[in-house]
C-alpha cells in the first residue's frame, strides 16, 4: 500500500487524510494536538512523532498549516535535521496546500529542489465541506510531468486540478488573488445581513431572493444560513485563516504596487472581527456589526 503523509490534522487536514484512505492510500501523519492525532489513529491512520517521521517511506506528504514559517519548519526542519527534507527519498514531493506569501513556497521549493525533492506548490479553496468531501479546488504549480506523476494522490482530495504555474509560488498568488475577492464577498455579505435585518426583512426572504439573481452564489448563501441559524462558532471556518490570507493578498498587492480598495475594507472588517472573536468563525464579522446596530438577521 502506497504511504502518503499529512501534517497539519485541523479541520482542513483531517478531511485531507480521509479521502487519501478512502482512495486506499496508507496514510502516516503529525499534528502538535493530541486529539487529533488520536482521531486519525481512530480513522485507521498512523501517529507519527515527528514530521520527519511522516515523510519516511512517503510517496508524497501534504502540508495544511497555517503560516509560512510552519510551513518552512515543517519542509527544511530546524537545524537539527528533523524537517521532511532529511526523511524523504530523492524524487518523491511534499504537496503544500497551505496558504502561505508565494516568495515563502519558492524558498522552500528551491531549498527542496537541492535534495532532490519536489515542491507541489498547491493551495486549495473549498473548505471545510471541500476538505471532507474530496471536493477541494486546487490551484497547482509544478511542472506538467510532476502533476502528471502524483495525478492520483491530488485527484484523492480534489474535484478539480488547476495547473496554475510551473513553479512554486505561482499556486500562492492564484490563491492571494482569489482570497480578496472571496473575502469581498464575504464582507459585503455580512454588512447586507445587518442591513436587512436592521430593516425588518425576513433572512430566508433575502436568501431566496439573492440566490435567484445574477448575485447569488454559495459564499454568500452558507454565509447567510449559518448568520440566520446564529452559528459564529465550529462551522469549520475560522476567522484567524480568512484573515491572515487577507493579509497575504495585500502583501502582495504592495509589493506590486496595485490599490486594493475593497480588499482593504475588508481586511478591516475581519480584523474587527478577529479583535472582538478571536476563535470564532467568519461571521463573526457579521455579530461585530450586529452588537453596533442592536439588529441581527432572523428566519
Not at 486540478?161 to 455579505?189: M, Y
Amino acid at each position: 500500500m502506497t504511504r502518503v503523509g499529512v501534517i497539519g490534522l485541523g479541520d482542513m487536514g483531517s478531511g485531507l487524510a480521509k479521502n487519501l484512505m478512502a482512495n486506499g492510500f496508507q496514510v502516516a501523519g503529525y499534528d502538535l494536538s493530541p486529539e487529533r492525532m488520536a482521531a486519525l489513529t481512530d480513522m485507521g491512520g498512523i501517529g507519527c512523532a515527528s514530521t520527519a517521521e511522516v515523510g519516511q517511506g512517503a510517496r508524497a506528504v501534504f502540508v495544511m498549516v497555517m503560516n509560512g514559517a510552519q510551513a518552512r519548519v515543517v519542509a527544511l526542519g530546524d537545524g537539527v535535521g528533523n524537517g521532511l527534507m532529511a526523511s524523504m527519498a530523492k524524487g518523491t514531493a511534499m504537496i503544500l496546500t497551505a496558504t502561505i506569501h508565494a516568495p515563502e513556497a519558492r524558498e522552500i521549493g528551491e531549498r527542496l529542489a537541492e535534495h532532490g525533492l519536489h515542491l507541489i506548490d498547491a493551495p486549495v479553496s473549498g473548505g471545510f465541506p471541500g476538505a471532507h468531501g474530496g471536493t477541494l479546488a486546487l490551484m497547482a504549480a509544478a511542472p506538467a510531468e510532476v502533476l502528471a506523476e502524483y495525478d492520483d494522490v491530488l485527484q484523492a482530495v480534489s474535484r478539480v486540478i488547476h495547473h496554475v504555474g510551473d513553479t512554486p509560488g505561482d499556486g500562492q498568488t492564484v490563491k492571494a488573488c482569489l482570497q480578496s475577492l472571496i473575502g469581498a464577498i464575504l464582507a459585503a455579505t455580512y454588512e447586507l445581513s445587518v442591513l436587512a435585518g436592521k430593516a425588518g426583512v425576513s433572512g430566508e426572504v433575502l436568501r431566496k431572493v439573492i440566490a435567484s439573481t445574477g448575485a447569488g452564489n454559495g459564499i454568500t448563501d452558507g454565509s447567510l444560513e449559518n448568520i440566520i441559524a446564529r452559528r459564529f462558532d465550529r462551522t469549520g471556518s475560522g476567522i484567524g485563516t480568512m484573515w491572515k490570507d487577507l493579509t497575504i493578498s495585500l502583501e502582495l498587492a504592495k509589493g506590486l504596487g496595485v490599490p486594493m480598495h475593497t480588499t482593504s475594507t475588508a481586511m478591516q472588517l475581519f480584523q474587527a472581527g478577529m479583535t472582538r472573536y478571536p476563535d470564532g468563525d467568519n461571521q463573526s464579522v457579521a455579530k461585530v456589526i450586529e452588537e453596533i446596530v442592536g439588529a441581527e438577521l432572523g428566519a
